[in-house]
Nanobody, 119 residues
Framework: VQVVESGGGLVQPGGSLRLSCAASVLSFSSYDMSWYRQVPGKERELVATIPSVGGSTKYADSVKGRFSISRDTGKKTVYLQMNSLKPDDTAVYYC?????????????WGQGTQVTVSS
């Protein structure tokens, strides 16, 4: 199983970026997909989650109204549209695919992509 993020980079404050995450899992639609971020020396933060079926997307308070998570089942890809970026959004962003089957939990992580917001 591979989870591969792309789309990170350097952007000015107020700008936008779209992160992509391709997950080579069977039954992609059965996985909850999430984006986390981490800054060195700080705890990892859950940024956004989109459930496998039904339910609603969830966002950290710090990104509500600015970030949007979506998924394309046919492409097995999840996106994170980030608008009105702030320097505090600078972090390594990680994509995860998570699924519970009975008593077994499957949780796959990508390698991360750096997002830097700076003028």
């Amino acid at each position: 199983v591979q989870v591969v993020e792309s789309g990170g980079g350097l952007v000015q404050p107020g700008g936008s970026l779209r992160l992509s995450c391709a997950a080579s899992v069977l039954s992609f639609s059965s996985y909850d997909m999430s984006w986390y971020r981490q800054v060195p020396g700080k705890e990892r933060e859950l940024v956004a989650t989109i459930p496998s079926v039904g339910g609603s997307t969830k966002y950290a308070d710090s990104v509500k109204g600015r970030f949007s998570i979506s998924r394309d089942t046919g492409k097995k890809t999840v996106y994170l549209q980030m608008n009105s970026l702030k320097p505090d959004d600078t972090a390594v962003y990680y994509c995860t695919a998570q699924r519970v089957v009975g008593r077994d939990e499957y949780h796959y992580w990508g390698q991360g992509t750096q997002v830097t917001v700076s003028s």
